[in-house]
Nanobody
Framework: EVQLVESGGGWVQAGGSLRLSCAPSGFTFDDYAIAWFRQAPGKEREGVSCIFSSDGSTYYADSVKGRFTISSDNAKNTVYLQMDSLKPEDTAVYFC????????????????????WGQGTQVTVSS
C-alpha cells in the first residue's frame, strides 16, 4: 500500500521547537515535490513549505519564513520540517503531501497537485 507517514507532532510551549518527519511507504521520494500543509479548526488548509527533489529548491509561507526549515535526507528517504520559535497560531494538524514529477514554479503548489497525503499529525503550541 502506498502512503505517507508523518511523525513528530506534539505539544510545546510558545518559543519552543518541534521537528516533523514525513516518510513514504511503498515508494521513494525520487522526482517528487514534498510539501507540508496545516489546517487549524475552522480554517482552510494552508501551504507551509515545499521542497523539490529536482533541484532542491524550497518555498515557505510568509507566516513561517525564518522560523521553519524544510529538508530532505535521501539516504533515509525522509523529509523533515524543523519548526522553531513556535507560536500559538502555529497550532494545527500538519499534513505532508507528495506530487510526482512536480517542478518548481516559484510557490508552494496548490493542494490539488498532490498524489499522496499523510494522515496528519497534531501540533499544539500553548501560550
Amino acid at each position: 500500500e502506498v502512503q505517507l507517514v508523518e511523525s513528530g507532532g506534539g505539544w510545546v510551549q510558545a518559543g519552543g521547537s518541534l521537528r516533523l518527519s514525513c516518510a513514504p511507504s511503498g515508494f521513494t521520494f525520487d522526482d517528487y515535490a514534498i510539501a507540508w500543509f496545516r489546517q487549524a479548526p475552522g480554517k482552510e488548509r494552508e501551504g507551509v513549505s515545499c521542497i523539490f527533489s529536482s533541484d532542491g529548491s524550497t518555498y515557505y509561507a510568509d507566516s513561517v519564513k525564518g522560523r521553519f526549515t524544510i529538508s530532505s535526507d535521501n539516504a533515509k528517504n525522509t523529509v523533515y520540517l524543523q519548526m522553531d520559535s513556535l507560536k500559538p497560531e502555529d497550532t494545527a494538524v500538519y499534513f505532508c503531501a507528495a506530487s510526482a514529477g512536480a517542478r518548481p514554479m516559484g510557490m508552494i503548489p496548490h493542494p490539488i497537485t498532490y498524489d499522496y497525503w499523510g494522515q496528519g499529525t497534531q501540533v499544539t503550541v500553548s501560550s
